[in-house]
DNA sequence: CATCCACTGGAACCTATGGGTG
DNA sequence: CACCCATAGGTTCCAGTGGATG
């Protein structure tokens, strides 16, 4: 058993890393520079300096899909707008939310009202990470806003999430703010980042067109794009000479292959870089890229499914042990095994919501059948290797996955 | 060409958890 | 104390649905 482990860490300890900033290949780092997004920031900037005459910015939409730079863009503007306050002295109030991480509705106000400071200032009027309605939760805030006359940029990242899981009503509830107390010297701005270009279809029509006074759309990179934004990004992130060009090429074709992902390209190149470390590589070449992109396709449904709750882990074992596929041969299967666990089954509703669940993780894949006289199901398949599975369940199920292969 | 199977998928409702206000 | 709140993860109920079959 000891045989490597000495040189592994000889390895480690002798210092030749090839990365020299390792904080730069993850997705939180904001860059001082962002190529090809200048028109992109220079809109966002110019809409919201019109708070420095004292007046409400417009609120703002900003769209485009995942790595096209919405947030770092959002980020880096924001960042400056609050140290040119500081500079000029004038009062303005920037919160960033990610809706997402937020988890729910509710923990968005609540982090608002944390950042705010209301929690450590108003006695009787804090917001609890609990026990509030919503209504009273968003009145406190936006009271404790006109009360101090606050000039409040609020940027919600991700905000479909948000919109998604329980409506519009807080998006409402903060522009309809706007014009109580805009006698009053107090005024939000809203700043919207999402994935989906479709969201605003979701919005009642008053908030649509109050949230997207303003719009900017972010496009893909092109190939061509991603290529000199990794190579700058490696320049900060690599030692000299420690990554081949063609590395970094081919990390741009593979990211750029479906749409221009910023953020896929740089993950790719992250991983890479740990497989070139740490078989003891002088330098990234493109066999590290292709071995990087190699394990993330494989790492992400061994994660999900490992990670799995149980009922979900047991649906996909039905799935591999099903004959047909359908899902009342499935959903069948299912309860055998749940009897043989002695776990109390869900009903088949649940059962065909979890399926869809790991559909949309990929675990999985569906085709709607009709067999006419014989109803309309759909087939389901599992999409990764039985492997992947026997290996990522092995702890669990054990028993049930021997029985499986057999 | 109407029928009718075996589901699909929306919506309301339920329960537990971890709180709140007056 | 009585009664209210949000959320996760479920259950119960049920109106569709597409096309092979009689």
């Known amino acids: 058993m000891s045989f490597d482990i000495d040189s592994i860490f000889d390895k480690a300890a ?4 090839l990365v020299k900033n390792r904080q730069a290949l993850t997705i939180d780092y904001v860059p001082e520079k962002l190529p090809f997004r200048d028109e992109e920031a220079k ?5 919201l300096s019109t708070v420095f005459k004292g007046a409400r910015p417009s609120n703002l939409l900003l769209f485009g899909k995942p790595g096209t ?3 770092a863009v959002a980020k880096n503007v ?15 109030t920037v919160i960033f939310i990610n809706a997402k991480a937020a988890g729910s509705a509710y923990k968005v106000l609540f982090e608002i009202a944390e950042d705010l400071g209301i929690n450590k200032e108003e006695q009787g009027k804090q917001v609890h990470f609990t026990g509030l309605s919503m209504g009273e939760a968003t009145d406190r805030i ?11 940029i609020l940027v919600i990242d991700e905000i479909d999430s948000l919109v998604d899981k329980s409506g519009d009503d807080i998006l409402y509830n903060f522009t309809r703010a706007n014009q109580r107390m805009m006698s009053k010297g107090g005024f939000v701005t ?16 008053r908030v649509r067109s109050s949230l997207s006074e303003e719009e900017t759309v972010f496009n893909p990179y092109t190939v061509d794009q991603l290529r000199q934004i990794l190579q700058e990004r490696s320049k900060l992130a690599f030692n000299e000479g420690a990554i081949s060009d063609a590395a970094i ?6 990211a750029g292959r479906e749409h221009g992902d910023a953020r896929k390209a740089i993950d790719l ?25 190699d394990r993330m396709e494989k790492d992400a449904p061994f994660v999900a499914l490992k990670n799995a709750p149980v009922h979900h882990k047991l649906v996909i074992i039905a799935v591999t042990k099903s004959k047909s596929g359908t899902t009342g041969d499935v959903y069948d299967t299912y309860l055998t095994l749940c009897k043989q666990v002695e776990q109390k089954p869900l009903t088949q509703r649940r059962v065909t919501q979890i399926i869809s669940e790991l559909e949309l993780l990929g675990l999985v894949s569906t085709d709607i059948v009709n067999q006419g006289r014989y109803g309309r199901s759909q087939k389901i398949k599992i999409t990764i290797p039985m492997t992947t599975v026997k290996e990522a369940l092995k702890e669990d199920f054990a028993s049930l996955i021997t029985t499986a292969t057999n």
Do not use: W
């Open 69 to 71: 730079g919405k947030t």
């Open 43 to 47: 809109t966002l900037a110019q809409v």
């Open 14 to 17: 002798s210092g030749k890393s």
């Open 142 to 152: 936006l009271q404790y806003i006109q009360k101090k006359k606050l000039h409040f």
């Open 78 to 92: 924001v960042d400056r707008l609050q140290k040119k306050s500081n500079e000029l002295k004038i009062d303005v």
């Open 190 to 205: 809203l700043i919207g980042i999402s994935n989906s270009l479709t969201f605003k279809d979701k919005l009642d029509p």
């Open 269 to 293: 190149l992250r991983v890479a870089a740990e497989l070139a470390e740490r078989e003891g590589a002088t330098r990234v070449d493109e066999k590290h890229v292709r071995a990087g992109q």
């Open 249 to 254: 090429n081919l990390c741009a074709a593979m």
